[in-house]
């Protein structure tokens, strides 16, 4: 295998790693316009959407080296679980 495939392959399971963080992290960002808050603590969706997607990578790299390698359930379960509490919180949901 040469380096450059080698790269390739290393870059695209990355890629596929962190989609369903990127894909969460859309999906609440889309709700949360829709949803229109109070007084959100993040008035830019696009924020929202960066924090959320930087929260859920953390959890999915996280699983990776608990793990060993992704696509397990509990990882998953955590990835929900924090970005739901990262865009409570971005939202102001306590108020």
Known sequence: MDGVSLFLDVAWQALNGLAPAAALAVLLALISTLKKPIRPLMRSAGWRLILNFLAGAVVMVGGWFV???????????????????SQWLLTGGWR
Do not use: P
């Open 67 to 85: 793990f060993g390698h992704d696509g397990m359930m509990a990882t998953y379960a955590v990835l929900v679980a924090v970005m739901g509490t």
